[in-house]
């Protein structure tokens, strides 16, 4: 069951989930009302076993430029929980969870945390999608000793202060860079061109997407002609443009996030550039993203755990609910939306390894647990806390993708990368 908050009242005429009873809202309300301040307080939803549910805290920007990832995930929770619930649910209780909008804000998304685990006394908390916000949420998590699910592709952000030891309260289920592009790159060199131009969002995760793969560009016989960086909510890209024409790459590598890399690839294609130069790059072909872009992207290539034709027994099931709640032609985002059933399969097979729900046991039971996702088979990583899981290479056709390759089960390499040694 999903609780309804305040994010949702705003959202007039948006995705809203199902909200519960006024009775049940009421008796929610109470009981935050006499929680502790601490955020270790326990769970409304019985985390330590001594209730009938479990609550978890989703934190996703419904508002902001990562909009579309954030209705992504709201959906897919929204899926998921109910296919988790038909299941029996985490423990054997039913998943009740909290949406709050992270407004792609780190200070919004420290007091949404903050808020989830005080208030909603939340027992798992999930999301969210940019770095900054994600890194913002993690020690209200660990101050709380909850364990917290960063969902969406991102640079690890598992390691503790030294850098070299892992987290016990947070997991990455999202690729990193490392392994989307370890296999990627040598393929594209051949097969796109060597002469490469890299444009990102100015914020963490392109940095850390652009710096690896220029490096892994040039190992491997590449030229990187050129890097920019674009602030967030930048809707003209005509100088970036111009600086990439004068560079004359055979490929654009693109990590522009959002619904500004949807206007950077239709300016690219106004400025005639699709026809001399090859696009790719992630996150910005993903699913969350394809209905804005598709008409100006096609045969374009991109790297993904998931696309929605997967075929595997659990991708199946959870494509048919997804489907029949939000349309056949709704597409399933490629990062968040599968990302929280993943989590909720996860933390669901971790309560049983670990006989209980009790958010500590639960953490401790997490490293090297592996399910049946929607994507394939994923797992805990227990040397890092980030999951492995299978890497496709797609290419856009039509409103979706075809699957090129399989390019394995790609773990992440130990603490490389990682960004949360401040956090």
């Known amino acids: 069951m999903h609780l309804s908050t305040s994010t949702d009242r705003r959202r007039s ?3 809203r989930a199902a909200v519960v009873t006024g ?9 935050a009302c006499g929680s502790s301040d601490d955020g270790g307080s326990t769970g409304g939803g019985g985390g330590d076993d001594g209730g009938g549910t479990v609550k978890i805290g989703v934190l996703a920007p419904i508002t902001g430029e990562l909009a579309p990832y954030g209705e992504a995930l709201e959906r897919g929770m929204t899926v998921a929980a109910d296919l988790i619930n038909e299941d029996g649910g985490i423990g054997g209780k039913k998943v009740e969870w909290v949406l709050e909008d992270d407004q792609t804000d780190p200070k919004a998304a420290s ?5 989830l685990l005080t208030q909603e006394r939340v027992d798992y908390l999930m999301g969210t999608t940019s770095s900054a916000t994600t890194l913002a949420v993690i020690p209200q998590a660990e101050r709380a000793k909850v364990p917290f699910f960063y969902v969406v592709e991102g640079e690890s952000k598992t390691c503790d202060s030294s850098a070299t030891g892992t987290r016990e309260y947070v997991f990455g289920n999202g690729e990193t860079p490392e392994q989307k592009m370890t296999e990627y790159v040598p393929w594209m060199l051949e097969n796109l061109g060597k002469r490469v131009y890299f444009i990102g969002s100015d914020y963490v995760f392109p940095h850390f997407v652009n710096d690896l793969t220029s490096k892994l560009v040039e190992e491997n016989g590449g030229t990187v002609v050129g890097t920019a960086y674009a602030p ?13 024409e004068r560079a004359k790459p055979d490929v654009i590598f693109i990590s522009v996030v959002g619904t500004d890399g949807i206007a950077l690839v239709k300016q690219l294609n106004q400025f005639g550039l699709r026809d001399k130069v090859e696009l790719t790059g992630m996150p910005t072909f993903a699913g969350e993203v394809l209905p804005g872009i598709a008409d100006v992207a096609q045969d374009v290539y991109t790297v993904d755990r998931y696309w929605d034709k997967a075929d595997n027994p659990v991708n199946e099931r959870f494509a048919a609910a997804y489907h029949a ?3 056949e032609d709704a597409p399933i985002g490629t990062i968040a939306a599968q990302g929280a059933y993943g989590t909720l399969l996860l933390l669901q097979a ?17 490293p090297g647990v592996s399910v049946e996702s929607p994507a394939g088979e994923i797992t805990v990583n227990p040397d890092n806390n980030v999951v492995t899981g299978p890497i496709r290479l797609l290419q856009v056709k039509g ?11 790609v773990p992440h ?4 990368g990682c960004s949360s040694q401040d956090a």
């Open 413 to 416: 390499p130990g603490h490389s």
């Open 325 to 327: 709640k939000y349309g």
């Open 111 to 115: 007091t949404a945390a903050r808020k």
């Open 350 to 366: 971790a309560a049983e390894k670990a006989g209980t729900t009790d958010r500590e046991a639960v953490a401790k039971a997490l």
């Open 232 to 244: 967030l909510g930048t809707s003209d890209f005509s100088s970036y443009i111009s600086e990439i």
């Open 13 to 15: 005429g948006r995705l």
């Open 399 to 409: 409103d979706n993708y075809d699957e090129v390759q399989d390019l394995g089960q």
């Open 23 to 31: 009775a049940f809202m009421a008796a929610s309300l109470l009981a």
